[in-house]
């Protein structure tokens, strides 16, 4: 079964809007959360990432924000661009392996 | 650099069929990974490898096969084809400090179809 599990599957957003997307993860060892983005026909690359240490970290128009307690962490796109319209990959890690959520299209409407 | 490349990038095997994917890199990374890409199943680790001369299985290994005879290079095999394995696949690598926090950096994957 999947370690990470992801929501949701899909979502449409306005242009100026804000995508939200979730993850959850129980395996406490975890001491690396990336997030993937995977545009049509290419290759994941890595957007943004974080480690348990710290509540929130951002970068240009992308956050994440991480609960430990709850064992959670979401990715929020501020002010979505038509430019962001992809997949959108939640992972942990403890070594070398990563485990992936099962991926999140995001379909931002101009 | 050409980062990470992979051949073929598009293949149609019948049932039974056998071939090999190749990956290379020129990062000099000694990790190197195969992932299958299935719809509403994310990324699924299928063998990796920790340096030249070593491999390990993932998470779905089975009808798979690989080598690392040379560091930029790892080659998947599939000895005989099954529907079942219809997927894209795509190749990463990362440095090999061996803790979390590295970068896997991906190919642009090989679209695989069985019939």
């Known amino acids: 079964q999947q370690q990470v599990k992801q929501s949701p599957q899909s979502l449409i957003v306005q242009k100026g809007g804000i995508s939200i997307i979730n993850c959850a993860y129980e395996?406490?060892?975890?001491?690396?959360f990336p997030w993937y983005q995977q545009f049509p026909g290419k290759g994941p690359a890595l957007l943004i990432a974080?480690?348990?240490?710290?509540s929130e970290k951002k970068e240009g128009r992308f956050t994440i924000s991480f609960n430990k307690s709850a064992k959670q962490f979401s990715l929020h796109i501020m002010d979505s661009q038509p430019g962001d319209s992809a997949t959108y990959f939640c992972?942990?890690?403890?070594?070398?392996?990563?485990?992936f959520g099962a991926g999140t299209t995001v379909t931002v409407r101009a | 650099n050409a980062g990470v490349t992979q051949t073929p990038k598009f293949r149609v095997l019948k049932t039974g069929q056998s071939m090999t994917l190749l990956c290379a890199q020129d990062?000099?990374?000694?990790?190197m990974y195969w992932y299958r890409q299935d719809p509403g199943m994310g990324l699924r680790l299928i063998h990796y490898?920790?340096?030249?001369?070593?491999?390990a299985k993932g998470e779905v290994p089975d009808g798979y096969n690989v080598s690392r005879l040379k560091k930029q290079n790892f080659l998947l095999g599939l000895e005989s084809a099954a529907p079942s394995q219809t997927s894209v696949y795509f190749c990463?690598?990362?440095?090999?400090?061996?803790?979390?926090?590295?970068?896997?950096?991906f190919g642009p994957g090989t679209r695989l179809l069985v019939l």
């Open positions: 990463a690598s990362r440095t090999g400090t061996g803790v979390s926090g590295e970068t896997q950096y």
């Open positions: 395996n406490t060892a975890f001491d690396y």
């Open positions: 974080i480690r348990p240490d710290v």
């Open positions: 992972a942990a890690s403890d070594d070398y392996k990563l485990s």
């Open positions: 990062m000099n990374h000694e990790y």
């Open positions: 490898s920790v340096g030249e001369g070593t491999t």
